[in-house]
């Protein structure tokens, strides 16, 4: 199978309301795939459909060549995923936060240790191991949700806005990351942004969806070409309007979500 992620007529309503109404794609297995859209667009409760969180009204899903409504325990285990907003425990070590997680998911004790430390590393937070979190930066901390989110090798790596209020230097830094991570180990990444010069910059392929509808699928190329555009920012604009949107989420259903997830990691 050479696709990391397939939805078929996918379908979710509140109600009355629909917030994902008949949507389909696939991603490549290995590549990096942005999800674009307005707020209120679909996009976080597409996310939660595919990571388990939510149940889909109708339509399939695979994700790793699970079923997140059968299997959801290899799903989950299948996925890494970094929230928009923060999830660290600011009151563990940066070791302490790694670890607990790497204990979650059942990974074997040195095993466990051995990645923990080429992930921190990877994101230079080895020699800040020690240090409580709430003494970390921001993009300290983004840092470490992104190695957390890696520690259990997973082969998808979902990411809600992961450079939201960072500064350039450290979002380039981030990304740099990530790219190098997706090329060494072959991890598919799934991520959404407002930033459309990340899309622009990393995405191999960019889907956008406004009022629950996927608009269109394509290269940053593809899009900006079919737009007659010059930049994927005014691509964007053209495909979805300017007017201003409503947030898609609270944040308490943003606290739900992780809520769910991580009682879903501890089962």
Do not use: C
């Amino acid at each position: 199978m050479n696709q990391a992620v397939v939805v078929k007529n996918l379908t979710k309503k509140f109600g009355d309301f629909v917030a994902v109404n008949d949507i389909s794609f696939s991603v490549d297995r290995g590549s990096i795939f942005a999800f674009l859209g307005p707020n209120g667009a679909g996009k976080s409760t597409t996310i939660k459909m595919l990571t388990t969180l939510l149940r889909p009204t109708s339509g399939e899903i695979l994700v790793n060549g699970f079923n997140p409504l059968k299997d959801q325990d290899k799903t989950r285990k299948s996925f890494g995923i970094v929230f928009q907003d923060p999830s660290l425990d600011e009151e563990l070590t940066a070791l302490e936060n790694m670890d607990f997680h790497g204990i979650i998911y059942g990974m074997e004790n040195n095993l466990r240790k051995k990645r923990i430390e080429e992930l921190l590393k990877i994101v230079e937070l080895w020699e800040k191991r020690n240090l409580l979190v709430k003494t970390f930066s921001g993009g300290m901390k983004r840092r470490l949700e992104i190695a957390r989110g890696l520690l259990h090798h997973p082969k998808i790596f979902f990411l809600d806005e992961p450079t939201l209020g960072l500064d350039p230097q450290t979002r380039n830094q981030i990304w740099e990351y990530i790219r190098k991570l997706n090329k060494n180990e072959s991890i598919t990444v799934f991520f959404s942004t407002h930033y459309m010069e990340e899309a622009d910059k990393v995405a191999d392929q960019i889907a956008i969806i406004d009022n629950g509808r996927i608009i269109i699928q394509g290269s940053s190329e593809k899009l900006k070409e079919k737009t007659k555009k010059k930049s994927l920012e005014d691509a964007f604009l053209s495909l979805t309007g300017k007017k201003i949107r409503e947030e898609e989420a609270s944040g308490i259903d943003r606290l739900r979500t992780r809520r769910q997830m991580w009682r879903g990691g501890r089962r």
